[in-house]
């Protein structure tokens, strides 16, 4: 059985937040750069929900820990 594939529109919206191209580069320019001593599931802008669900996402690495990875990386790199 294949792993279902996620995409990062598919992560914001998992999240509760507005998942277009648009808001998603919006949320990066904001809470962007991350620091590196950061874990993504503890940066300040999660909710307490939000930030369980990438926590369980990345130590279990499920479906969504990938795409999680993206995301991280994408808040630490530099723009």
């Known amino acids: 059985m294949e792993r279902p594939i996620h995409n990062m529109s598919n992560l914001f919206a998992q999240l509760g937040l507005a998942n277009d191209e648009a ?3 919006q949320f990066i320019a904001t809470h962007h750069p991350l620091a590196g001593n950061v ?3 503890q940066a300040h802008f999660w909710t307490a929900s939000q930030a369980g669900f990438l926590c369980e996402a990345i130590r279990d690495d499920a479906d969504w820990a990938e795409i999680a990875d993206e995301l991280s ?3 630490r790199a530099k723009h």
Do not use: G, N, R, S
Request: aromatic fraction near 0%; glycine fraction near 0%.
């Open 23 to 25: 808001a998603i580069a």
């Open 39 to 41: 874990q993504l599931h």
């Open 73 to 75: 990386a994408e808040l």
